[in-house]
C-alpha cells in the first residue's frame, strides 16, 4: 500500500522492530460493534460487527510540518477508555433529540497529540487531538479504509473525465451522480467526494466525516486497484483569483506544499465509518450530528424553517398576468401574494436582482426594491431570502449581511464556492457566525455535503451538495438518470445532512415522455415521486421549484405540500433498498408523515403503522394514479380511518411514490 509522504519517517520505527505491539480495544454499548487499535510500528484501526471483520487494520497518521509524522514510531503515554450516555437537543433537526450513547478510548502519545475513536452501535470513529501551542502545519493526513471481499462501491467522482490530475479535481460543484463498481476496478487517479457507500454484501459500511472546522475536507480515491481506500486532500490555497460564473468564484492560481496551517490546541475532524445490517438503517443515520460540534449561537428560536417559492428553476415562469414575469418588483409581489395565500413561509430572489458580473450586492438593479418587497412580504407574514454568489459575499460579508438584515432580509443563499480546501472551509463558518450575529440563515449552494457546521450553526439550514432538480433543465434521459438517483441518495448523501434539492415540479415525465426545457421544465418520474421527496429528504429549508401557475392549477398538490413540515420531532426508517425504494416516518406533533419513492420498476409496498400511538388516525394518502405509468402526472388522494393495528397498501408506479399523512383525531 502506497504511503505518500511517510515513507522516510517509517524508517524511523525500525529500531522498535523487536517491541511487541499495543493493542487496546472497545465494544459498543450492546457489544455488536468492536473497535481495535494496534500500535506498532505504526498506528492502525479495525472494526469488527457480530464478530466479522468490517474494516481491516487501516494505517491513520498525521504528518506535522516537513519532519514531524503523528502515528509513525508512536510513543504510548496513556490510554483512558469511557463511555458517553447523554441526550442531544435537536431543536431543528429531523428529530426534536438525539440519544448520544457509546464507548471511548483516547489514546495519548508523546509528541502533543492524543488520538479519540468512539464504538457506537452502529458506527465507529476517530480522530487527531493537538495539544501543541503556536503555530504549525498538517503536510498530509493518511485515513485509509481497507475491506476484505470483494466490496462494490457507490461514490461521486469529482470529475466524469477519468483523466485529470489531482489537482485538476479540486474545484467541483460536489453534486455528479453515483458510479457503482468494484473497489477493484475504481480508477486509479479520480477523486471521490464524502460520503461514499461500501457494498459488503451481508451489510453496507458508509464513509463520512464530520465536525470540519479550518481543515480541509476528505476525497477518498483507490491507488493500487486493490481493496482500501486512501485519503487525500486539496492543499492550502496560495493565489486566488476572481473569476468563473459571472466573476463570482474563486479560483485557485496556486497552491501551498501543506493541506492545512493549524494554530494551537484543536481536536481534528471526526473520520465515521456507519455499519447498516440492512440498508433502510442509513436511512435515519445520527452520527454526523452526534459528532458535530455543540451549538454556539446560544437561542435559536429566532431561526424559523420552512418552505420557499423559488423563481430559477421555472424561469420566472408565470402565465396570465398583466405584467412582463421577470426579475421585477410586480414579479416577486406576485410570488408574495402566492406564498401567503398558501402558508408558504419564504420568497428568494435568485441569481438577477444585483448588478451582473460586479460581484457586488449593494449594487441592485432598478427593477429591484428590497426594502419594498420586504415590506410587502413582512405584510403578508411572508419572508425574503436573497441569492448571492461566493466572491460577492465573502469581499463584503459584514457590511452586506447587516444592511439587509436592517432592511428585513431573513437569510441568504449563497452560491457558487465549489470548493472544500481549508480557505473554503473557513469561509462557510464565517459566513455562519455573521449570519447568526445579524439574524440571518444560511442555505449553501454549489456546496460540499454537511460536516455538522449545521449543529453548531443552527442558522445553517441547507446544504446542496446533490445532483437535484435543476438537473432537469439541461439533462436528457440518455444522460441521466435523476429517478435512480433520486433512490439512492437517501441511503448515502443524505447520511451527511439536509439536501438542498429543489423539488416540487409539476410537470412529471415517464422515460417516453419526458423532455428538456430551460423555460418549462419538467421531473422524470411521477407527480407522487415529488411529493414524496418532501418527506423523504432531510431539508428544513425546502423550496418550491415550480411556478405559481403551475402550482395554481394543482391546489390538492399545492396544500398538501404546505402542509407538510420541514423539521421533525421523531424520525423511522420504515423500509427501502440502495437503488430501488425508500420508505420513511416522520412526526411532527400528533401527526406522522409517511413517504416513499421509486426507481423506475413498479412495485407495492405495505406500511405497517404499528409506529403509531395509541388512539385513531385520519390518513390522506397521494398516490400514484392508475396511469401513472403514462400520464406521470396522474395522481389519486386515498382517505380512510387507522390505528397502529392496521397494515396499509400501496402501489407505486415506475418511478413513482407516494405521500402519506396520519391526522391524529
Not at 444592511?403 to 469561509?427: A, C, N, P, T
Request: glycine content about 8%.
Amino acid at each position: 500500500m502506497k504511503k505518500v509522504l511517510f515513507l522516510m519517517m517509517a524508517m524511523c520505527a525500525m529500531v522498535a522492530a523487536e517491541a511487541k505491539p499495543t493493542v487496546k480495544s472497545i465494544s459498543s454499548p450492546d457489544g455488536t460493534l468492536k473497535v481495535t487499535v494496534t500500535i506498532d510500528q505504526d498506528i492502525r484501526w479495525s472494526v469488527e460487527a457480530d464478530g466479522k471483520t468490517v474494516l481491516n487494520p487501516s494505517q491513520i497518521a498525521m504528518q506535522i510540518g516537513e519532519n514531524e509524522t503523528w502515528g509513525v514510531a508512536p510513543r504510548l503515554k496513556k490510554a483512558v477508555a469511557g463511555k458517553i450516555d447523554e441526550v442531544i437537543p435537536a431543536p431543528l433537526y429531523k428529530k426534536a433529540q438525539v440519544d448520544d450513547k457509546c464507548s471511548t478510548l483516547t489514546l495519548t502519545f508523546k509528541g502533543d497529540y492524543a488520538i479519540e475513536f468512539r464504538a457506537y452501535d452502529e458506527a465507529a470513529a476517530y480522530r487527531f487531538i493537538s495539544t501543541r501551542k503556536g503555530a504549525y502545519t498538517v503536510k498530509n493526513e493518511i485515513s485509509e479504509y481497507a475491506f476484505a471481499g470483494e466490496p462494490t462501491v457507490f461514490c461521486s467522482y469529482t470529475r466524469s473525465n477519468a483523466n485529470k490530475e489531482f489537482s485538476e479535481q479540486y474545484f467541483n460543484s460536489f453534486e455528479t451522480p453515483y458510479v457503482i463498481e468494484p473497489m477493484t476496478k475504481m480508477g486509479q487517479k479520480r477523486l471521490m467526494f464524502l460520503p461514499v457507500l461500501v457494498d459488503m454484501g451481508d451489510r453496507k459500511v458508509c464513509i463520512t466525516e464530520t465536525d470540519l472546522t479550518s481543515y480541509p475536507g476528505m476525497y477518498l480515491y483507490n491507488s493500487n486497484n486493490d481493496n482500501t481506500l486512501e485519503s487525500h486532500y486539496a492543499p492550502v490555497p496560495d493565489k486566488i483569483k476572481q473569476g468563473g460564473h459571472n466573476m463570482l468564484q474563486g479560483l485557485v492560481e496556486s497552491r501551498k506544499p501543506y493541506i492545512a496551517e493549524v494554530e494551537g490546541e484543536r481536536s481534528f475532524p471526526w473520520r465515521i465509518c456507519i455499519v447498516a445490517n440492512n440498508d433502510a438503517e442509513l436511512l435515519d443515520d445520527d452520527m454526523v450530528f452526534r459528532l458535530s460540534h455543540e451549538n454556539v449561537i446560544g437561542d435559536t428560536s429566532w431561526i424559523k424553517p420552512g418552505k420557499v417559492a423559488w423563481e430559477w428553476w421555472n424561469d420566472w415562469g408565470l402565465r396570465g398576468v398583466d405584467f412582463q414575469p421577470g426579475v421585477n418588483n410586480r414579479t416577486y409581489e406576485y410570488y408574495i401574494d402566492f406564498a401567503a395565500a398558501n402558508g408558504i413561509e419564504y420568497v428568494i430572489l435568485d441569481e438577477g436582482w444585483n448588478v451582473n458580473r460586479k460581484a457586488d450586492l449593494m449594487q441592485v438593479i432598478p427593477e429591484i426594491d428590497i426594502k419594498h418587497l420586504c415590506n410587502y412580504a413582512k405584510d403578508r407574514g411572508v419572508g425574503i431570502v436573497l441569492w448571492g454568489g461566493y466572491w460577492a459575499v465573502d469581499r463584503d460579508m459584514e457590511n452586506v449581511f447587516k444592511h439587509y438584515s436592517e432592511l428585513g432580509v431573513k437569510g441568504f443563499k449563497i452560491d457558487f464556492m465549489d470548493r472544500d480546501d481549508q480557505k473554503m472551509v473557513e469561509f462557510y463558518e464565517r459566513a455562519a457566525a455573521l449570519g447568526a450575529k445579524y439574524h440571518l440563515m444560511c442555505d449553501f449552494h454549489g456546496a460540499y455535503k454537511p460536516c455538522g457546521l449545521s449543529r453548531k450553526y443552527p442558522n445553517v439550514v441547507n446544504y446542496e451538495g446533490v445532483n437535484g432538480l435543476e438537473q432537469m433543465k439541461w439533462s436528457r434521459f440518455s444522460d441521466f438518470d435523476q429517478v435512480t438517483y433520486d433512490t439512492q441518495i437517501p441511503f448515502i448523501r443524505m447520511v451527511a445532512g439536509p439536501m438542498d434539492y429543489t423539488q416540487g415540479a409539476m410537470l412529471n415525465g415517464t422515460k417516453s415522455s419526458y423532455r428538456v426545457s430551460n423555460s418549462d421544465p419538467m421531473s422524470q418520474g411521477t407527480r407522487c415521486h415529488q411529493l414524496a421527496m418532501y418527506v423523504v429528504f432531510e431539508a428544513p429549508f425546502n423550496m418550491l421549484c415550480d411556478s405559481p401557475s403551475n402550482y395554481e392549477q394543482e391546489p390538492e398538490c399545492t396544500q398538501f405540500i404546505a402542509s407538510i413540515p420541514t423539521v421533525w420531532d421523531q424520525t423511522k426508517a420504515l423500509d427501502g433498498k440502495v437503488g430501488e425504494y425508500a420508505v420513511i416516518a416522520r412526526r411532527s406533533g400528533d401527526d406522522w408523515y409517511v413517504g416513499g419513492l421509486n426507481n423506475w420498476n413498479q412495485r407495492q409496498v405495505e406500511i405497517d403503522l404499528s409506529f403509531l400511538p395509541e388512539g385513531q388516525y385520519e390518513l390522506v394518502n397521494m398516490v400514484d394514479g392508475y396511469r401513472a405509468n403514462v400520464i406521470a402526472r396522474d395522481f389519486r388522494i386515498v382517505k380512510q380511518s387507522v390505528d397502529s393495528s392496521k397494515k396499509v397498501k400501496v402501489t407505486m408506479a415506475q418511478g413513482g411514490g407516494f405521500a402519506m399523512k396520519l391526522i391524529k383525531k
